[in-house]
């Protein structure tokens, strides 16, 4: 399993962006399916976006869709979520989580997860 560890979170005023970093240390990184998820107050952990490990698509969930942007740098071992057009909605712990070879986007299906970074969207 790969370890997980993100950054990047803080506090932003709607309209704004923030970009998310997840670096991983572990061998094959490559062979990862990569996603974000986050957990809002009073709400259960959703999937935000992820990127499959082979076919190196992105899926997002309808709320973020052509706000929110999934990268991933296999050099550098770490995977982006660069949020922009930030809404108060949006405010939430996200998690970066991690799959390998996987083809799924349930929570489950997921084995390695970092510690979280909170994000908050003031209006």
């Known amino acids: 399993q790969v370890q997980l560890v993100e950054s990047g979170g803080g506090l932003v005023q709607a309209g704004g962006s923030l970009r998310l970093s997840c670096a991983a240390s572990?061998?094959?990184?490559?062979?990862?399916?990569m996603g974000w998820f986050r957990q809002g107050p009073g709400k259960e952990r959703e999937f935000v976006a992820g990127?499959?490990?082979?076919?190196?698509?992105?899926i997002y969930t309808d709320s973020v869709k052509g706000r929110f942007t999934i990268s991933r740098d296999n050099a550098k071992n770490t995977v982006y979520l660069q949020m922009n057009s930030l809404k108060p909605e949006d405010t939430a712990v996200y998690y970066c989580?991690?799959?390998?070879?996987?083809?799924?986007?349930?929570?489950?299906?997921?084995?390695?997860w970092g510690q979280g970074t909170q994000v908050t969207v003031s209006s």
């Open positions: 989580a991690a799959a390998i070879y996987g083809s799924s986007w349930s929570i489950s299906d997921f084995s390695s």
């Open positions: 572990g061998r094959a990184f490559s062979s990862y399916t």
């Open positions: 990127l499959h490990w082979r076919r190196a698509t992105t």
